[in-house]
Every structure is written in C-alpha cells, then in structure tokens.
C-alpha cells in the first residue's frame, strides 16, 4: 500500500522524482524540514491532551518550510497550530448575520448605489455600481442578484467574471489608457468585505500593474531567461508530479505549495474565458464542501491592450484562499504573514485531494 502523500512527506516525495522532475522541483521550491521542541510543565499535560492530543506531539513540531525560489513567496506548514485555542470572541450564527443584512442598499442598486459615469452593466444575475470609496480611479462593484453570498450559483459566478469584463471594455472606451485589469471577491467579513451581500470587485489602472501582478511578470521573465523554459508550465509540471495537481480540460490548477493563506488553490489558462470562469465556480462548490465559507479570489491577467513590458506567457490566472471561519473574529493575518512568512495550518495534499473531487 503506498505511503500517504501529506505535507510532512514533500521530502520524500520530492526524493523520489525522476531525475528530471527533481530538478524542475528543486529550481522552483526550497524543502526544509525540522523540529519545534517545548518543555511544558507535568501541570500542563491534561490541558494538552483535551486540546492537541499526546504531549509528545507537543513536545515535538514537525516544521515544514516551503520556499518558492522564483517569486520569494514562503509557507511555514505546522498541523499542530490548527487545533491551538482561539480565545476571541464568536459572531452570532452566520447565516443569521447574512439574512439580518437582507435590505441593504446592495439589495436595491439602482436606487441604492452609484453608476459609473457611462451608466451600469447588466449581467444574467448581476449588476455593476460605481465603488462608492474606489480602491482606484476605475473601480467597480458587481454586485449579485442572490442576497446570501454562500447561495451565489455557479452560472452567477461565470456571470460575474464576464459583466466585469464588459464593464472594464466601457472604462476603456472612456479612457484607453486604462488596461490592467483585476477581479477580485471577498466572501464575508473574514475575507475583509464591508457589506455581507454578495458582490465582486473590478478595477482597471493606468501606467502598469498592480506591483504584485507586476512582481510575478518580472519572475515569469528572470525564470525565462534563466531557464529556458516557461514558468507557470514548470509550476504546473512540479505540483503535478507530486500529486498536488489536476487539470479541467483547458484549465489547470492544483493547491499550491507556498500559499498566501489557507488552502491556497492555483488556475490558470492560456486565455480567460467561460472554461476558466466555470472552474473558478467549481472552487467555489469546493470550498463550500469542505466549509470554507469566507474566501478571497484573484483574477489577473496581461494588460488589455499593448504595453512595453513583456508579457509573452503569462496565462490568465485565478487565486483563491480560505480566509477562515466567519464565526471566529480572529484574524488570520499577523505580523509574519505580513512580512515574513505564510504560517499555514492545512494541508495542500488534502485540499488537493478534496477540490479533485468536485464534478462538473
């Protein structure tokens, strides 16, 4: 019977590639292992056991750090901390929050929201209204027919990345300077959403990207150059072949290794479009399945029309992590995440596992 395939077993796993594919590895992701000990008290042991089961597992904390080589993006994976106690304090039950916030101005958009200045953009379940406090100079708010983002339907996903395509064309008639474009969801107030009715975002800059879509455009050509070969392909090809990866006819995706957060999943195709659109959907049902209920998601890709910067080969890419139960007001963010390192409680073998499942 094989061995498990879990976070603790990269090593090995990545001991037994082919050559080849141990290389590829090995250029992209730095593996490091080692041992958290502590010393508690014999006071302290029946406190530990009720909360993180045998002291000697305490005792000794398998770490795994993961280290994309290529984008310096890094994920310390420890299982030990998801079951650590979390002393703040609880929300009300969250689907009562959710149906509490039923009336609100995104109930009634068009009497209750902005337009842009070109007028709003009517998808199959959507609409768009002008951000009333823009992250930038064009930014949109797509906001869904179905009050309970956690009822949104797979068609009204795909709805939304294509009204908010429509809407980033009409900034461009307006001003065509405008061409990078980014999507983006924050399910919930875990996620940092300010009002809990379902709604996406959208907003198209000037001058160049975001400086973090532009940070992995400038490692997809170091990578290039140095390499030979294309970086989201190799990327691809690693997770692939430890088992971490899955394809969905043109779309390609796995649970990344270095994630930003928990259960970090990877898609991306050569062009954006419904194929990719639907197996950001199916995520979704994903995560659902396996109560992840708030989240956030990316949508980057190239600019929308010509720029000096090379963009040859990079694909058209959707991001989504786990941000965590709602009804817990921790935060999931701190000091490290923000300047150092993910610290990262699941697994990506099983979320890899349970996102494979998911049927069309």
Known sequence: MPEERTITALPRLVAELGREDRELFTGIFQVTTGTGRVLPPPEMDEWIGKRFGPVDHVKNQEII???NLVTLEGALFNRLRAARPVEGKTAGPVLEEIVRAEGGPFCHPEQQTPADTFGRVRGRYCLTASNIAKYDCHHAVIIFDEHNPLAVSRDAVVDAFITARRWADLVREQDPAAKY???LWNCLWKSGASIIHGHAQATVAREM??????ALRRAMVTYRERYGSGYFEDLY????????????????????????????????????????????????????????????????LPPLGKTAEDWGGFPAIIRMVDRGNPAVRTSDIGAMELYAASVITSDPFWVAEKIKRIKY
């Open 209 to 214: 990207h975001y400086p973090k879509v532009e």
């Open 181 to 183: 474009f980014f999507f």
């Open 65 to 67: 750090r993961v280290t």
């Open 237 to 300: 090809r690693v997770h692939k072949a430890v088992g971490l990866a899955w394809r969905w006819g043109t779309v390609k995706g796995f649970a990344y290794l270095t994630p930003v957060k928990e259960k970090e999943v990877f898609l991306f195709s050569r062009e954006p479009g419904p194929a990719l659109y639907e197996a950001a959907a199916r995520v979704v049902e994903g995560y659902r399945a396996i109560s992840c209920r708030s989240f956030n998601l990316a949508f980057l």
